[in-house]
């Protein structure tokens, strides 16, 4: 798909087919979050891939009960040591949202449904993972192929949003 059209595309999607995603397009979608830029090339990601419906359904438990329909849950971990803190901005936030958007463009491009997922307790998803306490679960989405297709939702137009050399 050409690469407007895949950004045009991409849904959040909210229900899936429980058919498996194959393990080339699991690969496929982690390998673009691999490439994604961070802060001083750190990559301080960890991605968990679960399938298993036990844990699938612990992870439901942390906020959002239809993620376990899905037949793959991606979580995006971060360690935030390896990343940066500038002023109060701590850079492993930005660099997980970076390398997710790669992922979920990615799986747009092969077909595949996922839902930017930040919304949950990170405690509760934390012990359904064994993730250790220095290491944060920053965001994570179902994978799957779609059992609906969501309408695009209203985008703001470039005139709304843009400002030429300061802000007025």
């Not at 393990?23 to 982690?30: G, P, R, S």
């Not at 979580?75 to 040591?81: G, I, N, Q, S």
């Amino acid at each position: 798909m050409e690469f407007m059209e895949v950004i045009r595309q991409r849904r959040s999607v909210r229900k899936y087919r429980p058919d498996p995603v194959p393990q080339a397009k699991i690969d496929h979608v982690l390998e673009a979050a691999r490439l994604a830029p961070s802060w001083a090339n750190s990559q301080c990601w960890i991605f968990i891939v679960v399938t298993d419906p036990k844990v699938k359904r612990r992870l439901a438990e942390a906020g959002n009960d239809w993620i376990e329909q899905a037949p793959t849950i991606i979580v995006a971990c971060a360690d935030p040591k390896k990343s940066g803190v500038k002023g109060d901005q701590q850079y492993y936030l930005l660099d997980i949202g970076i390398a997710l958007e790669h992922l979920v463009l990615a799986a747009a491009d092969e077909g595949l449904a996922t839902c930017w997922v930040g919304w949950f307790d990170e405690h509760t998803a934390r012990a359904a993972l064994g993730v250790p306490d220095d290491i944060r679960v920053v965001a994570l989405t179902p994978l799957g192929y779609a059992e609906e297709e969501p309408e695009a939702r209203p985008r703001r137009s470039l005139g709304e949003i843009v400002r030429r050399d300061r802000w007025g």
